[in-house]
C-alpha cells in the first residue's frame, strides 16, 4: 500500500522546531500530531493545500499529550470531522489541560515556568476519541502501520512504524543537532526500554516530533 509523506514544520521554542506529519494512504489521510494552538492556521493552510479536505481526515494520532503536539486536536476534529487517537495513559494529560498529570511531581520552579505556556487552554482540553494500545493495527482505517507503546518521555508515548520502515516516533527520538535520544525524559528506565525496542524494529527511516527525518542507520552509528 502506497503512502505520502508531508511534513509540516513550525517553531516551537528556540532553535527546536515541531513537527507534524500528514500521511496519505489509499486516498485517506492521516495527520500525526497537530502543533501548538498559535500555528494552526499556517498548519491547516499546509493540510488544504495537500487535499487533505473536511470529510478526507480519517484520524488525527497523537504521539503523546503535550501541547505542542495536541495543541490544535479538537480544532481540527471539529474542522475536518476526524476522529482523535491516542494513548490512555495520556488522555489525562489533555482532559486536564496538565502536562505533568501523568509526570512525577516537578520541582517548584519548573512547574512555575512551564504550566502557564504547555497547559491546554479549556477549549482546546479534550477526550479522546479512540484509545490506542501497543500492537493495535492501522489497516482497519486503512493505513499498513502499527502502534507501539514507547513510554519514557511521558507514559501514554506512542509510535506509528509503517509498513515501509517509515517510523513516526514522536519524542522518543529527534535530530536538532544530531540523531539522539530526546533529551526531555520522565522514566528513564522506561525510555532505555523504548529506545531497545525500536531497536529490534524493522525500522529505515525515523520522522521525530523534533528536528529533522533522518535514516535510521544514521542514529546505529552513533548509539550502536
Not at 28 to 53: A, N, Y
Not at 137 to 143: K, V
Request: net charge neutral.
Amino acid at each position: 500500500m502506497d503512502q505520502d509523506i508531508k511534513v509540516v514544520s513550525t517553531r516551537f521554542i528556540f532553535n527546536v522546531n515541531v513537527n507534524c506529519y500528514l500521511i496519505k494512504s489509499n486516498g485517506r489521510f492521516f495527520l500525526i500530531d497537530t502543533g501548538m494552538p498559535g500555528k494552526r492556521h499556517h498548519i491547516e493552510r499546509e493540510l488544504v493545500d495537500s487535499g487533505c479536505l473536511p470529510g478526507n481526515l480519517e484520524l488525527i494520532i497523537l504521539t503523546h499529550g503535550d501541547k505542542d503536539h495536541c495543541g490544535n486536536a479538537v480544532y481540527f476534529r471539529e474542522k475536518f470531522g476526524a476522529r482523535i487517537a491516542m494513548h490512555r495513559n495520556d488522555s489525562g494529560m489533555t482532559r486536564e489541560g496538565d502536562m505533568f498529570f501523568n509526570r512525577k511531581p516537578p520541582g517548584r520552579i519548573v512547574e512555575k515556568l512551564f504550566k502557564p505556556v504547555m497547559g491546554l487552554g479549556k477549549k482546546d482540553r479534550f477526550e479522546p476519541d479512540i484509545l490506542l494500545e501497543d500492537g493495535d493495527e492501522l489497516t482497519r482505517f486503512g493505513w499498513d502501520a502499527t502502534i507501539l507503546h514507547l513510554p519514557g518521555h511521558s507514559s501514554g508515548s506512542i509510535a506509528i512504524l509503517a509498513r515501509d520502515g517509515a517510523l513516526f516516533c514522536g519524542d522518543i527520538l529527534a535530530d536538532i543537532k544530531h540523531p539522539d535520544v530526546w533529551s526531555i525524559v520522565d522514566n528513564a528506565e522506561q525510555m532505555s526500554s523504548s529506545v531497545a525496542k525500536i531497536k529490534r524494529l524493522n525500522a529505515k527511516i525515523v520522522y521525530p516530533g523534533h528536528g529533522r527525518p533522518f535514516p535510521w542507520k544514521a542514529f546505529e552509528r552513533l548509539h550502536g
